[in-house]
């Protein structure tokens, strides 16, 4: 049963400290995605990879936070210097062009005091 | 950007009832799919629908992109239809999946 799989699953930080969060895509699927999820803003797309390179990242604070796909098996997302307005709950999502069709992860629940 | 307005915004359902979800958005779109976060958090896709119908169990899906709308239909709910069910749009400009706010189901035993 293929999944995408999303390290760490729960963080609490201090604000100011660097976030890494880690996401595994389905083997195979060459699209990632990243969503942040808050009750205020609802599920917002941060940044969008096909073949590990970067196509879109307009959703993304980008003095912040970075993206990259070091492999086609590691997504990371970073922030740094946290800030408590990031506490969300972030999702990675993978899929494939000849579908189109997107499949979630677990998240990580950020909470950043 | 593309707007995405889902309706209603909260729906209670007594065990066996049919309903239907609605989206509407604002632009041409290439791109339309329904997800259901469940009461733990998870997302899960539903259908990628850009136009026409599709089926799968009591579930369907109904995608009419000249109207520029969409529809979710439940047949027979039961309690594990519980949750949050999005409608995302990509508009033929851009590549990123904009969201809808969400219909909130609670289906009562």
């Known amino acids: 049963d293929a999944r995408v799989t999303q390290t760490p699953r729960h963080k609490v930080t201090e604000m100011g400290q660097e976030v890494t969060m880690r996401c595994q895509p389905i083997l195979g699927h060459n699209t990632v995605f990243w969503y942040r999820q808050t009750m205020m803003q609802g599920l917002e797309l941060l940044a969008y990879?096909?073949?590990?390179?970067?196509?879109?990242d307009s959703g993304m604070p980008k003095d912040r936070f970075s993206a990259e796909m070091p492999d086609a098996t590691l997504a990371t997302l970073k922030i740094q210097p946290s800030e408590p307005r990031d506490s969300a709950v972030y999702f990675c999502?993978?899929?494939?062009?000849?579908?189109?069709?997107?499949?979630f992860g677990p998240g990580t629940r950020l909470t950043v005091l | 950007g593309i707007q995405v307005e889902q309706s209603p915004p909260d729906l209670i359902l007594q065990e066996g009832a049919n309903s239907t979800l609605r989206c509407n958005f604002s632009?041409?779109?290439?791109?339309l799919q329904w997800f259901h976060q469940n009461p733990w958090g998870q997302l899960i896709n539903l259908f990628y629908i850009p136009s026409g119908t599709k089926q799968n169990g009591r579930l369907s899906a109904t995608t009419v992109a000249t109207e520029r709308y969409s529809l979710l239909y439940i047949s027979s709910s039961q309690t594990t239809d519980s949750g949050v069910y999005f409608c995302a749009v990509r508009n033929n400009a851009g590549n990123m999946l904009t969201f809808g706010g969400g219909t909130r189901l609670m289906v009562k035993p």
């Open positions: 990879f096909r073949n590990r390179a970067p196509l879109d």
């Open positions: 999502a993978s899929g494939t062009p000849v579908t189109d069709t997107q499949y």
């Open positions: 632009d041409s779109v290439n791109n």
